[in-house]
């Protein structure tokens, strides 16, 4: 459930890169995304 939430997020973030905030969100998610694969 957590992983489909942030694919998800990732998802919108891609999809809004031309809002530089969002872009910063983006490079978070990418962090998270790491974190949840090194975990796997």
Do not use: H, R
């Amino acid at each position: 459930m957590k992983l489909t939430f942030c694919l998800f997020t990732y998802a919108n973030a891609i999809a809004s890169t031309e809002n530089s905030i969002v872009s910063a969100d983006n490079s978070i998610v990418l962090i998270y995304v790491n974190k949840l694969a090194s975990l796997a």
